[in-house]
């Protein structure tokens, strides 16, 4: 099968985005409905404690119309994903093409480039190259999400109503290996039916090294919801404790003669700072979700204030890049970092038709001051962080390997330093040497590319394209 520059100038994804709206909006009707069951009948369960009651409340949730709910989810996700990423497909196949056609060279339909002046022959060729590579993998794209909109639908018709549950998911929980690959292995034998009771028995599950994107991004965005509300409980708890303080009322002087006082107050002060702080990363998170662009997905977040954003899906990318920031970094800054993210995921497509991820990891804690930065700790236990993350994709990965970047800047470079990422990982350390405790650049570490600088993220940047090249598998030169 081949794509047209017309077809492919005639595709419309914002029908995808409109049927997926309206499956959304009448299951959540069908969803409060079952909630207001389920309801019912945790009440019932109310007084009954012990093993058993665990297991009946899990059921509860997971009867098979709760699958229905799931299912109809899945299928509402893939259409949001298939519009997200044709309509990206589609923005840089038709930059390419009306920047050449602005140039003065023409365009034919099958991606052709043609121009009169023979000076610029070679370089019609190279765009010629480049367009036909973007078309390729817009039929990539269009197979992909064509099969996975066909395999949602079989998973609703294939749906059957559960005569009598069995209570097996502690069992299956028990056993659930910590390496990313046997995890991988295990989660590929589980029905739907037993992941998601998984996940109602381990909200956290989603962060589990080893398990798909999309899994993970689905478990973790249902996580996120009860953290954003945890960390409300936690802002209304603090400022509940001093509510005269909240209000500029009765505060301690500095030369207050009561110690105690300037210390309580001084403690509220850090702990709504650290509420805030807290809320104001999750909500950040949940904000970026809905970024216009590349699909985004969640593919870990924690109560620590840790988390990881991948543009693209990593498991089914060719080529994937982890880009680990560095100090004073939290789940509020995010934003910045997905830019970055962004531009580096901009650059390896210009030099690559291969499907590309690019993931803003904040899965450690970064120094949160620069003088914290002159420690080696927070790179210290970082680092194997690092390490199963970067495991965990490789084992969730489909099809043949992908081709890794890891990218470090400041204080993240320690951090990419310190782990062992095992062979085929190309390491990008970007320096910031105005900071403590980062790499310099001189320093010899085998296998790295190294960049000065703090603008090596900004368009246009020849920095950027290089790291783009890196990325694509396409090398420094």
Known sequence: MTVSVSQLRAWNPATLTCVGDDLAQINLVFDESLRSVTRAARDTLERWEG??????????????????????DAYTAVFDAAAREIAAVRQSVLAVVDTALAGGFDVLDDGSVRVADPDLQQRAQGIETQLQSMLSSAVDTDYTYATKLQRAVDVILGLQPVAEPQPYIPEIRSILPDEPHDLAE?????????????????????????????DKSR????????????ARDRVAEVEARHADWLQDRNLPSENHDDAAALRDYARWLDDRDAAETALAGYDTVQ??????????YLLNID????????LNNPDTAQNVATYVPGASTVLASIGRDLSRAENLLDSANMVSGARNSVIAWLGY?????????????????????????QEGLRAAHEGDAAHHTVLGHGYGSVVVERASLGDGDVVVAAADTSLPGSLDATSPVEGTARFDGSNYFDRGNPALDTIGRIIAGKGAA
């Open 51 to 72: 093993d058993a009651a665990d297991i009946a409340r899990v059921l509860v949730d997971q009867v098979a119309d709760t699958r229905i709910v799931d299912a109809i």
């Open 186 to 214: 295990l989660w590929s034998r589980l029905t739907p039916y037993e992941r998601d009771g998984l996940a109602v028995w381990d909200p956290t599950i989603g962060n589990r090294d080893g398990l798909p994107a999309d």
């Open 219 to 230: 478990y973790n965005t249902v996580l996120l919801h009860t953290l954003v509300s945890d």
């Open 287 to 296: 904000a970026e979700l809905s970024r216009a662009g590349a699909p985004t």
């Open 303 to 310: 109560e620590h204030g840790r988390g990881a954003l991948a």
């Open 365 to 389: 804690n970064a120094p949160p001051t620069l003088l914290d930065a002159t420690t080696d700790s927070f790179a210290d236990a970082g680092a194997p962080r690092l390490e199963r993350f």
